[in-house]
Each structure stands twice: as structure tokens, then as C-alpha cells.
């Protein structure tokens, strides 16, 4: 099924960025003559995509400040979320890959979703398990609204989904851009939530958790089954990664094709040091990612199984809320301001303090408000 009419200004704004980061090379572009000078040779892959990020918020504001010029800063967070939104299309691409040629298309997609945003290779896995929730909520609603626009005749013909019919379509789709299978009765509450935003029109909400998404893949045995022994040696060895993290086992590892898939979310134990959103995307991630079938020394008399890649970011939620009322000419009809939020810290872990509880990144229709989109698709900074 096609999307239909989920098409809104903050998701249009939200592929025009994800395109731009596609394209940006980090280097700076003269204003004047408009010639791009590359990146210095010393300069490292992390520098590079720092760079990228910052000419993708300056292009975020000016979007976002086209109706009024109210935006303030574009966080860190509200870039990953604009980024992740952007990229659902690109993930639901993976539907349209052919059989015969499905290993290739889908190395494509990867290598174009990890230029889309701007993360690490070893974090791809966990990044479309992640979209693949939006991708799935899109899906369900997409089925909803076409429910909804049957005739009473069709609807004879062809009845209208229950809520049961739904879900189980939105877990196919789900697995089938990438989620892992085995992992959807653990999101499908979150998947819930934002397909029944999509259809009432609210706003999606992605949070930045303080912990980590793990996904571990590995050879299926030659018993053709995966075992509870594999399972506990890899939490071990994600436990010794680093000690000051509890690992929690998601789901068990299941069967998919020729490998054996499993998840953890690793979390600050209880009175360590709140880690930074630049520790959790990058030095602990880098910790698990690390943990693979090239170091296979024995642990309690066994190897770690063959065949195993490990990816890790920084965790995510979604969630909703009411997107806010239109601005007016007449003060006395703006509804009240709400506090201001606990600021963040940044992605270099500059900025306020952190919160003991998720950090909201929100592509809010405040933020997204603007008039003739296609208008602003500016010739920024590569």
C-alpha cells in the first residue's frame, strides 16, 4: 500500500534535510564564487560529519523560521529526530527491492540511510529497528485511512480492519524494512502511539534515551536453532564491554533465515556518572560494536558463536502530543506559554543538565511551520 495523504509540511522539511546530509561533504562553500573547498586531509571522518551537522541545523532553522522567525536554535536532538523522519521513506524503500537482487538493493539502501543520518556504520542495525517503527505506524494509518474512505458498499465487499487485523499487518511491515524480527511485541505499544497520531493528526514525538539499542546477529548453529547458551555468553561479554552499564536482554535471540537475531539496551548502573549523548553515540556504543566473532576468545569454557556483528546507538522512543494552535494577529487569543523545557546537553555534551528521564526530540509542527516548502530548498553549504 502507498502512503496517501500523510504527507506534512514537517515530513516534507524532514526529507528535505535527510537529501541535504546525503550530500554534504563537510567542506565550506565560498558565498561569493560559490566553489566548495574540500575538507583538510587531517581532518577525521567524526570532524566531518560534526561539520555536516551543523550546516543541516543552520538548514533546519531557516526552514522552520520561514512563517515567523520565532525557532530558536535547532538542538541536537531535533536534528536526529528531523533525520530519522526524513529517512522512513528511504527505509520503506525496502519493500520495493527484488528478489533476485534483494542482497544488493538492500546494501544500497543501508549505505544511503548511514549518509542520510550521519551515523556510523555499526549503527545502522540498530537505526532501522528503530525507523522501522515509524515506518510501521505510517503503514497501519495509511490502512486506516483507507478504511475510512470506503463506501458503504466496499466496506460490504471488503471489511474494515479491526485493530487486531492492523497490528498484525503493521508487524509484517515492520520486519520487512529491517525491524528485528522477534523485537516488535516489545515496540508494538510505541508503534500504536504514533500510527494513532498519524491518524488524528498530532505530532510524533522521538525521544533521546539515556541508554543504548543493541543489536547482536549471528550464524545459525549446526543444529539450525539458536541456543540459550549462545544468549548468555554474549550478555557476559556486553557486561565486561563496560561495568558501569547493566545490560538488560530485550528479546531472545530468533531465528531469522541464516542468522540468529537478539537485542539489549545497556543503561548507567545506579549511582554512576549520567553519560553524555556524544558517550552514548559514540564511545560506549563503540564498546559493543566491538564485541564481535573476531575476538572469540573462550568465556566459562565457551566461544562466542561464529558469523557475529554486533551494532549499537543511543536509544529511542516515540511518543505523541497535540500539536500547537496556530499563531494569531491577536495576543489575547494565544493560548498561554508552557515552562520552557530542562535544557539538554548537546551532542558534545556542552549545554544544560540532563534529566534522569528521556530527552525529548520533537519535530513539532512549531518548529516545522512553513509556507511553500518547495521554496526553501536552498543551495547551502556541501
Known amino acids: 500500500m502507498e502512503r496517501k495523504c500523510l504527507t506534512t509540511k514537517k515530513q516534507a522539511i524532514a526529507e528535505i534535510i535527510s537529501d541535504k546530509m546525503k550530500e554534504a561533504t563537510g567542506g565550506v562553500r565560498d558565498a561569493t564564487t560559490g566553489v566548495v573547498t574540500p575538507p583538510a586531509n587531517t581532518v577525521t571522518e567524526a570532524e566531518k560529519t560534526l561539520a555536516k551537522r551543523d550546516k543541516m541545523k543552520v538548514e533546519l532553522k531557516l526552514l522552520a523560521d520561514a512563517k515567523d522567525g520565532s525557532v530558536a536554535e535547532v538542538t541536537d536532538e531535533e536534528l536526529d529526530a528531523t533525520l530519522d523522519v526524513g529517512a522512513a521513506d528511504l527505509l520503506d524503500s525496502y519493500d520495493d527491492c527484488e528478489n533476485g537482487d534483494k542482497a544488493a538493493c538492500e546494501t544500497e539502501i543501508e549505505a544511503g540511510l548511514e549518509k542520510a543520518l550521519g551515523c556510523k556504520t555499526k549503527a545502522i542495525k540498530v537505526k532501522k529497528n528503530q525507523i522501522a517503527k515509524l515506518v510501521a505506524a505510517q503503514y497501519g ?21 479491526d ?11 515492520f520486519e520487512s524494512v529491517g525491524g528485528v524480527k522477534g523485537t516488535f511485541d ?29 543489536v547482536i546477529a549471528y550464524d545459525v548453529p549446526t ?16 557486561e565486561a564491554a563496560d561495568t558501569t552499564m547493566d545490560i538488560v536482554e530485550v528479546t531472545a535471540s530468533t531465528l531469522d ?12 548502573k545506579a549511582g554512576k556518572t549520567a553519560a553524555t549523548m556524544l558517550d552514548l553515540k559514540g564511545v560506549i556504543a563503540d564498546k559493543y560494536t566491538a564485541i564481535t566473532s573476531t575476538d572469540r576468545r573462550r568465556l566459562n569454557g565457551r566461544r562466542l558463536p561464529a558469523g557475529m556483528d554486533s551494532s549499537a546507538d543511543q536509544s529511542t522512543e516515540i511518543d ?11 495576543p489575547a487569543a494565544e493560548p498561554a506559554e508552557a515552562a520552557a523545557p530542562t535544557p539538554s546537553k548537546n551532542i558534545d555534551g556542552s549545554g544544560g543538565g540532563e534529566s534522569s528521564n528521556a530527552v525529548t526530540s520533537m519535530v513539532s509542527t512549531s518548529l516545522m511551520a512553513v509556507a511553500g516548502v518547495a521554496a526553501f530548498i536552498l543551495s547551502v553549504s556541501l
Open 141 to 161: 494509518a495509511d490502512i486506516k485511512a483507507a478504511d475510512d474512505a470506503k463506501t458503504p458498499a466496499e466496506k460490504t465487499a471488503a471489511p474494515v480492519r
Open 223 to 238: 543444529a539450525g536453532a539458536c541456543v540459550v547458551e549462545d544468549d548468555v555468553l554474549i550478555k557476559a561479554k556486553l
Open 257 to 268: 533465515g541464516t542468522k540468529c537475531r537478539t537485542t539489549y539496551v545497556a543503561k548507567k
Open 163 to 173: 485493530e487486531a487485523a492492523v497490528e498484525a499487518l503493521m508487524k509484517t511491515k
Open 320 to 330: 505523541s502530543q497535540e500539536q500547537p494552535k496556530p499563531k494569531t494577529d491577536d
Open 186 to 214: 516489545a515496540c508494538k505499544a510505541e508503534i500504536k502511539k504514533a500510527k494513532d497520531a498519524y491518524v488524528l493528526n498530532k505530532d510524533v514525538v522521538i525521544k533521546k534515551k539515556e541508554s543504548v539499542d543493541i
